[in-house]
């Protein structure tokens, strides 16, 4: 028979508990979790007969934390903290030639360079196995929260992520944005206001991408519409091709401009600039793990040999 604290902390429940008081909503959470939602009600009214006081309580059709389910929230989060701790230590123990790195990639940087460096990776530590992902940010964060990834490769600032204590970045390059263009009227300007790119049609990153997010968030500081978006593309290959196709407008890295565009549209910086870092982000001391030091160490190397922007010339 299971103890009250077998009841409590199992892994299901807790899970469940966490979804919930993500979403606050039960339908959305049950989908989430691929259950039932009188499934995951009767495992919520369960916590709650354990613990001895509700977890939640709604207001209409809004869901709220109770005092007692904010403690709860707090002791989970303390419980998986101290078991992704103990699984780094445990894993800085390690080789730094065996094992698996997991890696999570923002879906709309170009990959190709990460890709080329995990070929030459593989070939001189085919003892370590890599596993890329291409994820939303959403889903980085996550995963970084329930160390599911050992590395991020993503854009930066991000406030999507909420609380950076238990992380730490290591910057790859800086970038700005720049505007590309196929209008005559604009073919000498070496920057841009945001005000004279309205003009025409846009094409950009679907809405909540980092790149979406950051163009309307400057236009929005210079107290200027944002562009009008005719379509939405995910990686910087689909956009320029769209954009130099038809005519539109778009905004992309200075890294992958300067390797993909070879004079087939006019570019400009943003006045005032527009600039992000590309960058890895990481768990704190998940460094410390011999294969991801290593690996780290061998990416900065790699670079050190030559740039990320020639590396990505050689590869587009």
Not at 167 to 183: G, R, V
Not at 221 to 232: L, Q
């Amino acid at each position: 028979m299971k103890t009250q604290q077998e009841n409590i902390f199992s892994s299901k429940t807790l899970t469940y508990f966490l979804q919930l008081a993500e979403t606050m909503s039960y339908t959305q959470a049950a989908q989430i979790l691929g259950i039932t939602q009188p499934a995951l009600t009767q495992q919520i009214k369960k916590l709650e007969r354990t613990v001895g006081a509700p977890l939640f309580y709604s207001v209409g059709k809004k869901l709220h934390l109770s005092d007692a389910g904010y403690t709860m929230l707090d002791a989970t989060h303390q419980i998986y903290e101290t078991l992704n701790k103990a699984a780094d230590e445990i894993q800085q123990s390690t080789s730094a030639t065996q094992g698996t790195i997991n890696i999570g990639i923002l879906a709309s940087i170009e990959d190709q360079v990460f890709t080329d460096f995990a070929i030459k990776y593989y070939e001189k530590n085919n003892g370590i196995k890599l596993s890329t992902h291409m994820l939303t940010r959403k889903e980085i964060w996550e995963r970084l929260e329930n160390n599911t990834i050992d590395l991020a490769v993503m854009y930066l600032p991000d406030e999507s992520i909420k609380n950076w204590k238990p992380y730490e970045t290591k910057k790859i390059i800086t970038e700005d944005l720049i505007f590309l263009h196929n209008n005559e009227r604009l073919e000498k300007r070496k920057r841009v206001r945001f005000k004279d790119t309205l003009n025409n049609k846009w094409v950009t990153y679907p809405p909540q991408y980092y790149l979406n997010d950051t163009i309307r968030e400057a236009y929005k500081n210079a107290m200027v519409d944002h562009p009008n978006s005719v379509a939405h593309f995910a990686t910087p290959e689909q956009l320029f091709e769209f954009a130099k196709r038809t005519g539109s407008y778009t905004a992309l890295p200075m890294s992958f401009v300067t390797a993909k565009n070879h004079g087939e549209m006019g570019m400009a910086l943003f006045e005032p600039e527009i600039k992000f870092d590309l960058a890895f982000v990481f768990r704190r001391g998940k460094d410390q793990i011999p294969r991801i030091n290593s690996f780290l160490k061998t990416f900065d190397s790699y670079l050190a040999k030559k740039d990320y922007v020639s590396r990505l010339k050689e590869s587009l």
